[in-house]
């Protein structure tokens, strides 16, 4: 219609004018009604571009033409500042795109160049186009005959430099004919819209590696509670693919019986946009896996949008490993608690069993020595028995102790070099005095090889020969043999020790590391405890040793220690710990001591006694006594003694108190005090040296061993510092 118009007003000689109105789309030019007018004076530019808009648009929604044959100047001139108005480049060009017809002001703007620079033959467009993007616009141009070539984007590179993106549609202009008049064309500069749509795009990568990366599920779900999105995490947690989770209802990853409640609680914070539920503060909360396990959460939820277009995200971790963690550390809270329950426990019977036990021993020791008023031979007897029980009860209490100490992990073994025969010859020297009332004999072998030295504890390794040499006596019948063997081999060395005694069956070996199990032998007249062993094995595996015990009944046992074998010390030898006394109790009135003032501070009466009794042996030695800490450090400053004995519980004040008070007052500051305690904990006796005790001793008092003590720190020449 619009061609047959332009014909036959062609054909008149009369001026004329085609005015078209074209009624574009609002989204494209916002509603604006173009006016191009037509006549024979306005070929090719007015009219074209014109037509430009009519081809090039696919989005008019109405076109409209009118022909009015009138003169109107005026109207043309309208639309031709109109089209120069128009922000996007316009541009015509001759069908082979050899000249240029047409540019309007937008494009200088966005080539950067000027009227003259676009217009004319042969312009160097392509020249302009960014090199990666020529073949792309090249190809294109040649698409433009066929009426398929569509939009493309591409780059154009100004005279300074700079890079601008242009989206261009391009159309050919015919004649009615078919025959082709221009080319026509309209681009946009996106150059911002491309980098606002860049940001964009980076922006919705990094949420999406955000998204896909994430620790914890991330699920949302849209105003019907339906799921659109569900990162990578969700699909570990519920075991699903993302594609089936996706348009499926959030109720079916609840457990049934908490999903009317979270319903409600979704549409009520949909709605209200508030919540209770943050995570690591709920519990109770729970999931539902594909395959219908449930499983603890913890969850956090947020909203965006509102209405139809609300989107509900719940942020939620899978808290299985972190409650089963919790329930074994609360687990372990009540061990160790309990631990510590039972080793305090153990330890305060230990020093309450103590107490008593200073009475039993310390008495009986003094009924033996008292040369005033001696027993006769069978209350003599009976006081050893008394003596011996007593040190038997001791030594179990020490046993329980070490026991409790290895299972808490609070025992200390040290790995040193240690000279295993030196070690050995304590341990025999300590068991001898009973082997030889059984008529039992120690054989040690290979003495005469190179020393042998273990790597472990020397107070620990004496204590675990101590042990299996006395049930190799204990165990043994009467006149039978204890033969002690060593070797090296591999690194590692062995000691041996084979008696002669009944042996243990099969079946008793099986129960033979049970805690205070004797294995029947309770029965017999051979003393013991039942957790001899089980502290052996365990001393030795804190070394980094083997016990191995091999038994058949009548033909005795061989207990072999297997221990790394270490490189030899000059200091390597062991340290000596108490034991109950082989020689004769002093007597009384020995005048090795010089007088002294003794001052003992002890809210005990019975221990008071004790060592008043024991110090009367002695007339040049003063005794008082207080009976708690602030009573002390009174008698302290006035009577200044030579030696102050310290009980380290007290009733008013601990015994580093009263320490701490004296060595501040440079009146007491260098008075010799020595801590006598019921506690043989090294800890203890590490604390009390710290706190200024020049020795400390421990309850139950061995007699002999308290008078060599007394020499030791009373006399003006004898050496200091040593513990008991």
Not at 97 to 117: H, Q, S
Not at 309 to 314: H, N, Q
Not at 328 to 337: C, H, T, V
Not at 668 to 691: C, F, G, H, I, W
Request: proline residues 6%; contains cysteine; glycine residues 8%.
């Amino acid at each position: 219609m619009v061609d047959h118009a332009f014909v036959s007003a062609g054909r008149r000689a009369a001026p004329w004018t085609l005015v078209y109105v074209v009624v574009a789309a609002a989204a494209l030019y916002g509603g604006v009604a173009l006016l191009a007018v037509l006549s024979p004076g306005t070929l090719p530019s007015t009219a074209l571009l014109a037509a430009l808009f009519i081809g090039l648009s696919g989005l008019f929604v109405h076109i409209a033409v009118i022909v009015s044959l009138r003169r109107s100047a005026r109207s043309e001139q309208r639309c031709q500042g109109l089209i120069e108005a128009i922000d996007d480049i316009t541009w015509m060009t001759d069908p082979l795109g050899r000249e240029a017809l047409y540019i309007n002001p937008a494009a200088e703007r966005a080539y950067g160049r000027t009227r003259p620079e676009l217009l004319g033959a042969q312009p160097p467009w392509l020249g302009w186009v960014h090199a990666d993007d020529q073949p792309s616009v090249q190809a294109r141009w040649r698409m433009v005959g066929s009426g398929n070539a569509g939009d493309i984007e591409y780059r154009i590179v100004r005279p300074d430099g700079q890079v601008r993106w242009l989206r261009e549609r391009t159309a050919l202009l015919s004649d009615h004919e078919g025959r082709p008049l221009a080319v026509a064309g309209m681009a946009e500069d996106v150059t911002d819209k491309r980098f606002e749509f860049e940001q964009h795009r980076e922006q919705a990568m990094r949420l999406e590696s955000l998204l896909q990366s994430a620790s914890d599920a991330i699920i949302s779900v849209d105003h019907r509670q339906r799921i659109c999105l569900f990162n990578r995490m969700a699909c570990e947690v519920f075991r699903i693919s993302a594609e089936a989770a996706l348009g499926q209802p959030l109720d079916n990853f609840i457990p049934p019986a908490q999903q009317l409640a979270h319903r409600l609680h979704v549409d009520t914070f949909g709605r209200s946009g508030t919540t209770r539920r943050r995570m690591g503060r709920m519990h109770g909360l729970a999931g539902m896996r594909s395959n219908g396990e449930t499983f603890p959460i913890e969850a956090s939820i947020s909203r965006s949008g509102s209405g139809e277009a609300t989107l509900l995200t719940v942020v939620l971790r899978d808290v299985t490993a972190a409650r089963q963690a919790e329930t074994a550390r609360q687990a372990l809270l009540r061990a160790e608690g309990a631990s510590r329950a039972k080793s305090e426990f153990v330890a305060r019977m230990s020093h309450e069993m103590r107490t008593p036990l200073n009475a039993v021993l310390g008495f009986s020791q003094l009924m033996q020595s008292d040369e005033h008023d001696p027993l006769a031979p069978a209350q003599y007897r009976r006081a050893e028995r008394i003596r011996a029980a007593g040190w038997h009860l001791l030594q179990l209490i020490a046993d329980v102790m070490d026991l409790a100490s290895v299972e808490s992990g609070s025992v200390r073994v040290d790995a040193t070099s240690v000279a295993l025969f030196d070690t050995l010859d304590e341990a025999i020297a300590i068991c001898e005095t009973q082997a030889r009332s059984r008529g039992i004999t120690l054989h040690v072998h290979d003495r005469g090889g190179p020393r042998l030295f273990v790597q472990g504890d020397p107070i620990r390794l004496r204590q675990v020969l101590i042990n299996v040499l006395s049930n190799a006596v204990k165990y043994n019948r009467e006149g039978g043999a204890v033969d002690i063997h060593a070797r090296l081999a591999d690194g590692r060395i062995t000691l041996e020790v084979q008696d002669s005694g009944i042996g243990m069956s099969p079946e008793q070996l099986v129960h033979l590391y049970e805690p205070f199990n004797r294995l029947g032998r309770e029965r017999g007249e051979v003393e013991g405890s039942g957790i001899g062993l089980v502290l052996t094995r365990q001393l030795i595996e804190r070394m980094n040793g083997l016990l191995h015990i091999a038994s058949e009944p009548g033909r005795g046992t061989r207990v072999s220690i297997t221990l790394v074998a270490a490189a030899p010390d000059a200091q390597a030898f062991p340290s000596a710990t108490p034991a109950p006394p082989a020689g004769p109790l002093p007597g009384a009135g020995s005048a090795d001591l010089p007088p002294a003032l003794v001052l003992y501070i002890e809210d005990n009466p019975v221990n008071v006694l004790l060592v008043e009794q024991l110090l009367a042996r002695w007339p040049q030695i003063r005794f008082v006594h207080a009976d708690d800490g602030h009573g002390g450090l009174t008698l302290a400053r006035r009577l200044l003694p030579d030696l102050v004995l310290l009980d380290m519980q007290l009733p008013d004040m601990h015994g580093t108190s009263v320490l701490a008070a004296l060595r501040a007052d440079p009146a007491t500051a260098s008075l010799a005090v020595v801590s006598l305690s019921a506690s043989d904990l090294p800890e203890d006796a590490a604390v009390a040296r710290e706190a200024g005790a020049l020795e400390y001793w421990t309850k139950p008092i061995d007699v002999a061993s308290f008078h060599k003590d007394l020499i030791r720190v009373l006399a003006p020449e004898a050496p200091r510092g040593a513990n008991r």
